[in-house]
């Protein structure tokens, strides 16, 4: 029976996976699903790559005022830096255990907990993103590297789902918060320990826009 032990707990961004840096804009669906996990609780967080910082607007930067920035030491997060940032991160109030609402909570739960590592979802744009997130034991989500464009097809098959956007408020289709926790209308494939061999299937319905 399926219970409350994989709702998401972590959404982290890299920065292409969120940012427009062309214009500095936030790209489509990012505000609205930054908010919505800022609403449940789910911590945020925003990869920012080594070197020059990118031009951001003033709009962007109010909507970051409550993100985790996180800085890398090179242009590619790797699977120490994101283990890292999730060791940082700090969940106040964990779900309980047991049931749909958990009816306990294990010692020193009071204070807190690091988000689980099944239960961070990282929205990658590259290969070496989505390889490093799944090697931190964490989801990734693929995305296109600009707004309208496709999904880098060396990433299918290897992230957990593909999506070709996260679409606007208006969109039936846009992904939402609770799409990333199991079940969902995109059920990600339960993370493995290292060393596991993961089979990554493409189930119905998995991609959405137009390269379905």
């Known amino acids: 029976m399926l219970r409350n032990i994989d709702d998401c707990e972590a959404l982290i961004f890299t920065r292409d996976g969120a940012i427009d840096v062309a214009s500095g804009a936030m790209r489509i669906g990012v505000p609205r699903l930054m908010s919505e996990a800022q609403e449940e609780g789910v911590l945020v967080a925003?990869?920012?790559?080594?070197?020059?910082?990118?031009?951001?607007?003033?709009?962007t930067n109010n909507l970051l005022a409550d993100v985790t920035v996180y800085p890398l030491r090179s242009l590619e997060p790797?699977?120490?830096?994101?283990?890292?940032?999730?060791?940082?991160?700090?969940?106040?109030?964990?779900?309980?255990?047991?049931?749909?609402d958990g009816f306990g909570k294990a010692p020193g739960m009071a204070f807190?907990?690091?988000?689980?590592?099944?239960?961070?979802?990282?929205?990658?744009t590259t290969l070496p993103e989505t390889a490093?997130?799944?090697?931190?034991?964490?989801?990734?989500?693929?995305?296109?590297?600009?707004?309208?464009?496709w999904v880098d097809e060396a990433?299918?098959?290897?992230a957990?789902?593909?999506?070709?956007?996260?679409?606007?408020?208006?969109?039936?289709?846009?992904?939402?918060?609770d799409d990333l926790s199991t079940p969902g209308s995109y059920w990600l494939n339960p993370?493995?320990?290292?060393?596991?061999?993961?089979?990554?299937?493409?189930?119905?319905?998995?991609?959405i826009g137009k390269r379905s």
């Open 78 to 100: 790797g699977i120490v830096e994101l283990s890292d940032l999730r060791k940082a991160l700090n969940v106040e109030q964990p779900d309980g255990f047991g049931g749909s």
């Open 112 to 124: 807190g907990r690091e988000p689980i590592a099944a239960r961070c979802v990282v929205f990658v």
């Open 191 to 207: 993370a493995m320990p290292l060393g596991c061999a993961r089979a990554r299937h493409k189930p119905q319905g998995w991609r």
């Open 155 to 158: 990433v299918e098959g290897f």
């Open 46 to 59: 925003l990869l920012e790559p080594a070197g020059e910082p990118a031009a951001l607007s003033q709009e």
């Open 160 to 177: 957990d789902a593909c999506l070709d956007g996260l679409g606007d408020d208006a969109d039936a289709l846009a992904l939402r918060l």
């Open 132 to 149: 490093a997130a799944i090697g931190a034991g964490m989801r990734a989500i693929a995305l296109p590297p600009t707004d309208g464009e």
